[in-house]
């Protein structure tokens, strides 16, 4: 499905083209608005040594670049992109959320490299077997706001459970429990059929719904990410994606804290 709603430069984000890139910026932040990986992560590939300026290895996080410096990352330079993407994918099962694998696992943004010449990156993720959407973009800002823990933005599930879900479970875990020294709680749960559930979080602990169902002695059978804050993934099919629209954008960001 080919990019539609962003050929041209927004100002969705508050930040329509690279102005926000002063004469100095942090190199985390500058590898992001280059669409290289989100800040968090842009720091972990600097700590690495896989980024040189003007042809020297910084590993400093505090190292402050401007557009004359020449940037390169794993030796390839990168350089600021005028287009912000705000995508949409419908991740299928077997699919990793990272920029790459040394595992050689098929990888998300994958899906995404025939439709955009911009490099894009996930906000959030979802683990390999899981299902559903998936944010991308090349937008460091948004990604910053949506990820950031204070975001606060809700995410619901449909999970397919191997065991019965009894009402009683389901309120235990919009409660909250403990597994592994490590406090899980739902903003909502509640049993579609003896063995279907929907999940409302706001959390982003690694694989928390299925860490709360085991706990319960309950196997996952399928899980599908089916929104975003007030993002739907409604009819798109898996391994499909769309540009979000300006509405959805401005609304996401709207509902960050």
Not at 8 to 33: F, P, V, W
Not at 64 to 76: M, N, P, Q, Y
Not at 127 to 139: A, H, V
């Amino acid at each position: 499905m080919p990019a539609s709603d962003f050929k041209k430069k927004t100002d969705i984000s508050g930040s329509s083209d690279n102005s926000e890139i002063n004469e100095k910026t942090r190199l985390q932040a500058y590898l992001a608005h280059c669409g290289v990986a989100s800040r968090r992560a842009s720091e972990q590939i600097i700590l690495d040594g896989r980024v040189t300026v003007n042809g020297n290895v910084v590993t400093e996080l505090g190292t402050k670049v401007c557009k004359e410096d020449k940037v390169c990352v794993d030796g390839k330079a990168i350089h600021l992109e005028a287009r912000k993407c705000y995508v949409l994918l419908n991740k299928p099962a077997g699919y990793v959320c990272s920029s790459s694998d040394e595992k050689g696992r098929q990888v998300a943004a994958d899906l995404l490299r025939g439709s955009y010449k911009e490099r894009l990156y996930n906000v959030g993720r979802l683990d390999m077997y899981s299902k559903g959407m998936i944010l991308f973009t090349n937008d460091g800002d948004f990604a910053a706001k949506l990820s950031h823990p204070s975001s606060q933005i809700e995410k619901e599930y449909i999970v397919e459970t191997s065991q019965d879900v009894s009402p009683e479970t389901a309120a235990a875990l919009e409660h909250g429990i403990r597994a592994d020294n490590v406090f899980y709680k739902c903003v909502r749960c509640e049993v579609l059929k003896p063995r279907k559930i929907k999940i409302i979080l706001i959390e982003g602990k690694n694989r928390e719904i299925r860490k709360m169902l085991e706990s319960q002695n309950i196997g996952t059978r399928s899980l599908v990410r089916v929104r975003i804050g007030n993002v739907n993934l409604d009819d798109l099919r898996p391994g499909e994606h769309r540009d979000l629209t300006e509405k959805e954008v401005k609304g996401l960001l709207a509902l960050c804290h």
